[in-house]
């Protein structure tokens, strides 16, 4: 009874243990959680519909803009984003920015307005797939250096595909940023894409199968990672 019992605590508490992005790493150092990260409504959850808003910010990123402060960050320089709990399914992360057409504080980032700045995929050099993803606490990138100054949203996801090969199985962990870019350059960001529409649940990095037969490729989602 007792054993039964806690492999039904052990069970419980591994479905529980999804993860949210909370806090921007700046200068290497962890900025305080939801402070230039939007607050969501729904703790460590992922979203599931491909086709809600809440693909844009996570749930409730749409409406917590205005509690949210934007950072500073200069073109070229190494930034992330802390997780709350390691990643613990297989899947890429794929970052994004859009800009914005003032203080990112009052927008909805609507519209196809988002372009990929970097992405994190399997790894097959051993020959069969493997997911480097897994145990992480944090992901850090490069703000490419070309990119105009302004202000931006700066989206992070990591697209969990365990469960993918179902139609609507993916789960998607999503937050959006503020910040602010010095030092940028004349770039022109692109291709340009909306949240949600840019994926379809049909994509060959949506509905995937990880286990049999046994992959030999996965297509990241979304369009090409710009960078000039
Ligand atoms: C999402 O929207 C697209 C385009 O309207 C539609 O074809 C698709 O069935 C929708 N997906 C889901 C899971 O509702």
Known sequence: MRFVLSTALLFGQSVLAHYKWPALIL????????????????????????????????????????????ATVVAGDTIGFTLSNSISHIGPVVVYMAQAPGNPSDWDGSGEVFFKINEWGPDFST?????????VMSYSFKVPPSVPDGYYLIRIEHIAVHNAAN??????FIACGQVKVTGGGSGTPGPLVAFPGAYQSTDPGILFNDYYPPPTSYVIPGPPVWFE
């Open 167 to 172: 139609y609507g199985g993916c789960q998607f």
């Open 127 to 135: 020959g069969t797939i493997e997911w480097p993803q897994l145990g």
């Open 27 to 70: 200068d290497d150092v962890a900025t305080p959680d939801y402070e230039y990260v939007r607050l969501n409504t729904n703790n460590i959850n992922p979203i599931m519909d491909i086709n809600s808003t809440d693909m844009r910010c996570n749930q409730g990123g749409l409406d917590s803009g205005p509690q949210t402060s934007t």
